[in-house]
C-alpha cells in the first residue's frame, strides 16, 4: 500500500540501506523511521517492521514505570476510599444521623452509579481531547470536593445529590488512567501496569477500613463529630493529592520533561510497532473507529464479563463491612472495621500476581476461567454454610479472584482494537458495561435479606458462572475467527482502499489477529 510504499522510496533515496549498516545504527534508523509521523510502524499482516533494541526498551520501561504509574495509583487510591467509605460510614452511624430506613442505603448507593454509566463515555472521549495529563487530576480534584461536602450532609435528598456528583467526577478515572497508560505501554505491558493503580481497590478496603477506624477513635475535628470526621479527612487528602498531579502527570511522551529525545522516539515507536496500519499514535478522534471501538465483538463480550465481574467486586466492597457485622455482631465497630483489611490485602497480593502472569505470557482471556472458578467458590462456601468460619474464610476467595477482573478486562478491552481513538472507546464501553454491574451490586444485599443474604450470595454466583461462561465461549470464538482469517488474501481485501480507508478498519482489517 501507499505507506509502505513510500517507506521502501524512503529507503532506496539514502545513501547507505538501513540493512547493510551496523546492528546499532540500523536500530537507531529503524527507530527514528517508526516514530515519523505519516509512516506505518507493521506490515499488511500486523508484523513490526522495525527492530527495536530490548535493552534500551527495558530501560525506558522502568523510567516510565517510576514516573507515571505511582501518580495515578494513589489518585485512584483515594478515589476508590471516597467511593466506598459510605459503608464505614454506616456502621459509624451514617444511617440514624440522616434519617435512613429499610432500603434507603441501597438507593444512595445507586445514586452514584447513574451519574457514573451515563458519563462513562463522554468522560473518556473528553480525556482524550483534552489530554489526560490535564484531565485526570481536574476529575481527582472533583470528587475529592464532592467527598468533602458530604461530611455536611444533613438528609437523604442532599446525600444522594453529592454521590450523584461524585459519580460525574469519578466516571473518568479508572477508564482514563488505562487509556493514559495505553500511550506508554504495550499491549502485553499494559495489564500489569493497569493492575499496579487498580490494586488500589482492595488496599482502598484493607487501607479505608484503618484510616475510618484511626479517624473514628477522635471525638471530633472542629464542629464534625463521628462518620462525617471520614469524609472531612479523606477529602482533603484526595484534593491536595489532585493539586500536586496537575504538576507531575506527564500528558504523553512527547512533553515528557524526563524523558530525552531518544527515549520519547523509542516510547512512540514501540507503541506504534503494534499498531497495524496506522501512521501515528495519537489520531484524531475519528467517529467511524470510535464507533468500531464500541461495535467490537471481543470488547462487548469482554465488557459483558466486567459487568458480572463487577457486581461480585463492588458488592465485596461495599458490604463486607456488613457481612463482617453479620459473622462478628458483639465486637466494637473499631473491630469490625479492622477485620475488613485481611480479605482486602491478600486480594490485593493476586491482583498483581495474576495480572504479572498475564504479562509474561501475553495472554489475558484464559485468566477469567480461574478467576470465575475460586468466586464461584467463595459464595458457594456463603450459601452453603452459617458457620463464622467458613464464612469468613469464603471473603477471602472471592478477594483474591474477583479482583483482577478489573486489569485484566481493561487490557482485554485495550487489546481489541487498533487505534487511539477505538481504544478510547473500548475502555469507556468496558467500565460504562461494568458500572451497570456496579449498579446491581448494590441491590444485592437488601436489609429483609439478611443476615445470611441468600438472595445476594445467590446473585454472585449466578455473575461468577456466567463469567465462566463467557470466558470459554469468547476464547473458543476468538480461534475459530482467527482461523478463518488466516484463509483470507489480505492483498485483495485492501485493494483500492486509499491509506485513510485502512486505517478506519480496526477490527475489519483482513491482517487483524485477535488477542487471546
Excluded at 470536593?145 to 450532609?153: D, E, H, M
Excluded at 472542629?222 to 493529592?241: H, N, Q, Y
Excluded at 465461549?473 to 482467527?482: H, I, P, V
Amino acid at each position: 500500500m501507499a505507506v509502505f510504499d513510500d517507506i521502501s522510496k524512503s529507503s532506496e533515496t539514502k545513501e547507505v540501506s538501513p540493512e547493510s549498516l551496523p546492528y546499532e545504527q540500523r536500530v537507531e534508523k529503524d527507530v527514528h523511521l517508526a516514530a515519523e509521523e505519516g509512516f506505518a510502524a507493521t506490515d499488511s499482516h500486523g508484523v513490526p517492521i522495525v527492530e527495536l533494541d530490548q535493552l534500551a526498551e527495558r530501560k525506558l520501561r522502568n523510567k516510565i514505570d517510576r514516573m507515571v504509574v505511582p501518580t495515578v495509583a494513589l489518585l485512584y487510591l483515594f478515589c476508590f476510599i471516597d467511593r466506598a467509605n459510605i459503608g464505614n460510614a454506616r456502621l459509624a452511624g451514617l444511617e440514624d444521623d440522616l434519617g435512613m430506613s429499610g432500603n434507603d442505603y441501597n438507593v444512595l448507593l445507586s445514586i452514584f452509579y447513574i451519574s457514573y454509566i451515563v458519563f462513562e463515555i463522554p468522560s473518556n472521549l473528553a480525556c482524550k481531547w483534552i489530554g489526560p495529563g490535564w484531565f485526570i487530576p481536574f476529575m481527582s480534584f472533583g470528587f475529592g470536593v464532592c467527598s468533602l461536602g458530604t461530611a455536611f450532609v444533613h438528609d437523604l435528598p442532599s446525600a444522594c445529590g453529592v454521590r450523584f456528583l461524585l459519580g460525574v467526577f469519578e466516571a473518568g478515572m479508572m477508564p482514563g488512567i488505562s487509556y493514559y497508560l495505553s500511550r506508554w505501554y504495550r499491549r502485553s505491558e499494559l495489564v500489569f501496569r493497569i493492575s499496579l493503580f487498580v490494586v488500589m481497590a482492595p488496599l482502598a478496603g484493607a487501607f479505608g477500613g484503618l484510616l475510618a477506624s484511626g479517624i473514628l477513635t477522635l471525638s471530633n475535628i472542629g464542629s464534625v463529630r463521628a462518620w462525617r470526621m471520614i469524609f472531612l479527612v479523606e477529602g482533603i487528602i484526595t484534593m491536595g493529592l489532585s493539586l500536586i498531579a496537575f504538576i507531575t502527570l506527564t500528558d504523553r511522551p512527547e512533553t515528557a520533561r524526563w524523558l530525552s529525545q531518544e527515549e520519547k522516539t523509542l516510547a512512540i515507536a514501540r507503541v506504534k510497532s503494534e499498531l497495524l496500519a496506522q501512521t501515528t499514535v495519537l489520531d484524531k478522534t475519528n467517529p467511524k473507529k470510535v464507533w468500531l471501538g464500541f461495535w467490537n465483538p471481543v470488547v462487548l463480550a469482554t465488557s459483558a464479563i466486567f459487568l458480572f465481574n463487577n457486581i461480585t467486586v463492588q458488592g465485596l466492597a461495599f458490604f463486607l463491612p456488613t457481612i463482617v457485622a453479620t459473622i462478628y455482631p458483639t465486637y466494637s465497630t473499631v473491630r469490625k472495621q479492622l477485620y475488613t483489611v485481611p480479605p482486602y490485602v491478600v486480594g490485593a497480593v493476586f491482583e498483581v500476581f495474576l495480572p504479572l502472569l498475564s504479562w509474561r505470557l501475553d495472554k489475558r482471556q484464559i485468566f477469567f476461567i480461574p478467576v470465575a472458578l475460586l468466586t464461584m467458590m467463595g459464595y458457594i462456601m456463603f450459601l452453603a454454610s452459617t458457620d463464622t468460619s467458613v464464612r469468613y474464610a469464603a471473603t477471602f476467595f472471592t478477594a483474591i479472584s474477583c479482583f483482577a477482573g478489573g486489569p485484566l478486562t481493561n487490557a482485554q478491552a485495550s487489546a481489541q482494537v487498533i487505534s487511539d481513538s477505538a481504544r478510547s472507546m473500548s475502555l469507556a464501553t468496558n467500565m460504562m458495561f461494568g458500572n451497570v454491574g456496579g449498579l446491581v451490586a448494590t441491590w444485592s444485599y437488601l436489609s429483609w435479606d439478611g443476615p445470611d443474604y441468600p438472595i445476594g450470595n445467590g446473585l454472585n454466583l449466578a455473575a461468577s458462572t456466567a463469567i465462566l461462561i463467557l470466558a470459554v465461549a469468547t476464547l473458543l470464538w476468538m480461534e475459530a475467527d482467527n482461523k478463518r482469517r488466516d484463509k483470507v488474501d489480505i492483498s485483495k481485501e485492501l485493494e483500492g482502499l486509499s491509506q485513510a480507508q485502512i486505517e478506519c478498519l480496526e477490527w475489519k482489517h483482513p491482517g487483524w489477529r485477535w488477542k487471546p
